[in-house]
């Protein structure tokens, strides 16, 4: 795979999600819990936001020739969390659902216009930082898979969970 031809399906992913989103609206409806377990869609927005900040900020220390270690100590999990605003998904000491649950507790109470702002510019930084990066970097680093994993797997992954929930929030919306 080439960067222009990676470029493309990030970006055709992210349409998708986008049009899904889009079938939702910008509304109320975007809090409503039960999406996803107890997660709303903006909690799911959130989610995906941090994980595309994580990326956004890894490409960039790469682009600047500057090196990310992971955390090996609680304390050092608790500075990256204050000085970042997420939690750092490489650190070996972390498991699937602490930081996932972290995520919800951090950005329950921010605003839905807030996040999908926040994650606007997470997505727009990992596409800007990549067209300006030489491909032998990316390809040096394993970027194409590290940028899908918190990217376009993660709007799969959550796709399945939110159409579900739509057919069954439209149905009952019919319904009454």
Not at 74 to 82: E, P, T, V
Not at 83 to 108: M, Q, R, V
Not at 150 to 165: D, G, L, P, S, V
């Amino acid at each position: 795979m080439n960067k222009i031809i990676f470029i493309d399906r990030l970006q055709r992913e992210r349409d998708k999600f986008e049009l899904l989103l889009n079938r939702v609206g910008f509304t109320r409806t975007m809090t409503i819990k039960g999406v996803s377990g107890n997660w709303s869609i903006k909690d799911i927005i959130a989610h995906i936001w941090a994980y595309e900040q994580y990326i956004s900020d890894r490409l960039n220390e790469i682009q600047h020739g500057e090196i990310y270690k992971p955390c090996k100590t609680y304390n050092a999990l608790d500075a990256f969390l204050d000085e970042f605003g997420y939690p750092d998904f490489g650190s070996p000491l972390l498991d699937d659902d602490t930081p996932n649950a972290w995520i919800y507790e951090k950005y329950k109470n921010v605003s839905l216009e807030e996040i999908v702002a926040q994650e606007n510019q997470a997505f727009t930084s990992i596409v800007t930082t990549l067209e300006s990066m030489p491909e032998y970097l990316i390809k040096q680093h394993n970027l194409f898979d590290r940028v899908a994993d918190n990217t376009y797997h993660h709007y799969q992954e959550h796709t399945k969970a939110i159409k579900a929930w739509l057919k069954k929030h439209t149905v009952k919306t019919k319904k009454i």
